[in-house]
């Protein structure tokens, strides 16, 4: 049977020798005669994959011992409150750009904590591009940005130079492209778009922003306890920490962000270069702002959606109809993703073209 072509969202695509991996250790972990799934997260074998974990996503930003780096669950939603929670002091202030659902969920939980500032939004024209120019206040706690948007395919493509410590929620393009993460106070990004499956958040933070507030911190929402924990304060989601692990393990050995970010390009442009070729497709969203994650397109006619459906669906080319706040098409190019599959896609979308004529 011909295989599936993934385009999901999230949870996204992850490499098959991953998976076969995974597979294999909830049977037989390590050669322990136990299922990773049945043991404790205090044994050596398992406490050996969280630092390794930990330590593959310090290489892969390469960044130094000032930073530290913790799987939390809850996911990135976790994270737009703890954010504030452990950044914005009584008396200061939060900056944060609005660039779609996410940063407005971001930007809810903040305020539910402190005093926040939206410096920027591109909320006019439905989040179809990036807002650049704006000014970042000297004297914010913290600024906070969403480097890619899932929903509506924009990303940012540079990030302005702050004067205060920047915030970046990296969950739909983490490890995609290569960025400086040591211009970077505090990244976080849910796994389950481009590192591992649901169920595990990672947290890369520099330690000198922690310990400003003078709230009295409840245990589980502090990164600190986290960190003196070497991320097990608590039972960690010890699986899909692993497959994480696994995943990160595979990027690296492959040849790292600057391996992937090439082949990430050429399956963006060929996408791309197809939705502005083919008369029956149209792009989304502002062509500088365009994300290489998200592939957002519409056809151009509503009615082509049922015939191209079943084209696609005959293809099996699976997970890609858009966002129900955009419509259309959503093609997520996550890293797991080969080029063969937008491939198949492209081909398509050239066959549809032919058959409408
Ligand atoms: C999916 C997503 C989230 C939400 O992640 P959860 O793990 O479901 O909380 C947050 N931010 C971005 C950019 C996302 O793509």
Redesign the pocket.
């Known amino acids: 049977m011909a295989k599936v072509h993934n385009f999901s969202a999230?949870p996204g695509i992850l490499p098959a020798e991953v998976l076969q991996q995974a597979a294999a250790a909830c049977l037989n972990f390590d050669n322990m005669d136990l299922s990773i799934l049945e043991i404790s997260h205090r044994s050596k074998n398992y406490v050996a994959v969280m630092d390794e974990a930990r330590q593959l996503i310090k290489d892969l930003f390469e960044v130094g011992n000032e930073y530290e780096v913790f799987y939390l669950g809850g996911?990135?939603?976790?994270q737009f409150a703890m954010v504030p929670y452990n950044l914005l002091t009584e008396n200061g202030f939060a900056a944060y750009v609005n660039t779609g659902v996410?940063a407005s969920k971001a930007i809810k939980e903040a305020k539910i904590i402190g005093n926040t500032k939206v410096i920027a939004s591109s909320e006019d024209k439905k989040f179809n591009y990036v807002p650049k120019g704006y000014e970042i206040p000297k004297d914010a706690d913290y600024f906070h940005i969403?480097s890619?948007?899932?929903i509506y395919g924009t990303q940012m493509k540079s990030f302005p130079k702050s004067p205060v410590p920047t915030v970046c929620?990296m969950?739909?393009d983490l490890f995609s492209r290569k960025v400086n993460a040591n211009d970077f106070a505090l990244i976080y990004a849910?796994a389950?778009?481009n590192m591992g499956p649901?169920g595990s958040?990672m947290v890369m933070v520099r330690k000198d922003v922690l310990g400003k507030t003078n709230r009295k911190m409840l245990s589980m929402l502090d990164y600190n306890v986290h960190i003196k924990g070497e991320s097990m304060y608590n039972t960690p989601p010890v699986f899909p920490v692993y497959v994480s692990m696994l995943t990160l393990r595979w990027l690296k050995e492959h040849g790292g962000v600057s391996w992937i970010e090439k082949i990430n390009q050429q399956k963006a442009d060929l996408l791309y270069n197809e939705i502005d070729r083919n008369e029956c497709f149209v792009g989304t969203v502002e062509k500088a702002d365009r994300s290489n994650m998200n592939v957002c397109f519409l056809p151009t006619k509503p009615e082509y959606e049922a015939e191209f459906d079943k084209m696609i669906k005959a293809e099996r080319i699976d997970g890609i109809k858009g966002h129900r706040d955009v419509g259309g098409y959503r093609a997520s190019l996550y890293n797991a993703m080969p080029i063969e599959s937008v491939h198949v896609l492209v081909d398509v979308m050239k066959a549809f073209e032919k058959k409408i004529g």
């Open positions: 999230g996911g990135a939603s976790l996410w969403t890619n948007n899932t929620d969950s739909s849910g389950q778009k649901a958040t």
